[in-house]
């Protein structure tokens, strides 16, 4: 497909990552008003937070750290540096936590497995503290862990000061980041992401449930956590699917476990109802072909860094235009990944979205008769335009 072709198509496939203020208002109903000091309804594709309010206030999480305790787990046990099977001894430490617990006994060993199996369904500060000493050798540490990764994942108003969530001044979170953390978790290990949608583990004698409500009363719901403490309040973070669309919302600071589960509802009738999300390339997909000079071949491939993914309004969609353009005289050596040109997607004349392409193969430079031959049409192709 040739530049000229894709441009002409580019309309009908480009990704958006939109707020609706972008679309006129008139085309849709204002979003629900929550009674939740803070929430973010957010598309798990796109990462486009379609509702939002207090969303980036710094907020204590509660339980709702422990998304992160888990997390840090599964990523050890991704690169190998844990099993699911390996034992873990449970320290006085541990066994001594407060809250809400898994009931591990001291001096018993535990497997991984069975830890994140007590963090994610029961909540258990005791298996968090197990978990997070076996991993780092001490809750300080691990904290240090989690902060790290905070970064990683780009959750601006997040810092952490244990793995459990209970209170402390420099122990806060927002919406907005546990959102981020959300998503993280769903895309990047599916396999046990499947445990959060689990309704009740039994350990130790004792049969506990999932304190997430909309497992039991919506089919569509399938993860992720709750969190409750006086300061905190009731928090959740939950997410679901319907028609092939995957929806994260996150409430903090209800009134009550009954709240938080209808004002996480709302939200998530709210994005169905109202947002379409829809895939059409994949990253690394050939777009487009550009001229090269001076290289071993004439030309190089170009595509984008991200999926093409869209999150708008139902019914915008043939609303939109774009147009794509390439970097002049793109001169060889171009290494893979090299921006060579960009996308631009206008909503009537406002731009809306732009994004880089790139080069999806590297071009290295041709023999040398080629490229003396390309100098001297440079020079004529420079006098003449």
């Not at 258990?124 to 994942?153: P, Q, R, W």
Request: aromatic fraction near 8%.
């Amino acid at each position: 497909m040739n530049i000229t072709t894709f441009a002409k198509r580019l309309c009908l496939l480009v990704p958006l990552l939109l707020s609706p203020a972008a679309f006129a208002v008139e085309m849709m109903p204002s979003p629900p008003q929550l009674a939740a000091k803070a929430y973010v309804l957010m598309d798990a594709s796109s990462g486009n937070v379609l509702v939002e309010n207090n969303g980036d206030q710094r907020l204590p999480p509660a339980s709702l750290t422990k998304l992160m305790t888990a997390y840090i787990a599964t990523l050890e046990i991704r690169r190998g540096q844990i099993g699911e099977n390996d034992p873990v001894t449970v320290s006085e430490n541990a066994w001594r936590t407060g809250g809400s617990r898994m009931f591990i006994k001291v001096g018993s060993q535990v497997t991984v497995s069975d830890l994140l199996h007590g963090i994610i369904i029961q909540s258990g500060n005791d298996a968090s503290v197990a978990l997070s000493e076996h991993i780092a050798g001490s809750e300080d540490a691990f904290a240090d862990l989690m902060n790290k990764t905070v970064a990683d994942l780009g959750m601006t108003n997040t810092h952490f000061m244990n793995p459990t969530g209970l209170p402390n001044p420099e122990h806060y979170s927002s919406a907005h980041d546990m959102a981020v953390l959300a998503r993280a978790i769903i895309h990047e290990d599916p396999a046990h992401y499947a445990i959060y949608s689990q309704k009740e583990f039994f350990w130790n004698g004792i049969k506990q449930p999932n304190r997430n409500l909309l497992l039991w009363r919506d089919k569509t719901v399938d993860g992720l956590k709750t969190g409750h403490t006086d300061e905190a309040g009731y928090c959740m973070v939950s997410s679901a699917v319907r028609d092939g669309m995957r929806l994260i919302a996150v409430v903090f600071g209800t009134s009550s476990e009954v709240a938080r589960a209808a004002e996480t509802q709302k939200l998530l009738t709210y994005g169905f109802r109202f947002f379409e999300t829809q895939t059409f390339y994949q990253k690394g997909a050939e777009l487009a072909q550009a001229p090269v000079w001076k290289g071993a071949t004439n030309q190089v491939k170009a595509g984008l860094a991200e999926d093409l993914t869209m999150t708008l309004p139902k019914g915008q969609l043939k609303k939109l235009a774009a147009s794509m353009t390439m970097n002049p005289q793109l001169v060889a050596p171009i290494a893979k990944g090299d921006v060579i040109g960009k996308v631009e997607v206008k909503l009537d004349d406002k731009v809306v979205h732009s994004a880089d392409l790139i080069a999806l193969d590297g071009v290295e430079e041709g023999g040398i008769f080629r490229r003396m031959w390309d100098s001297i049409r440079l020079f004529f192709y420079g006098l003449f335009n």
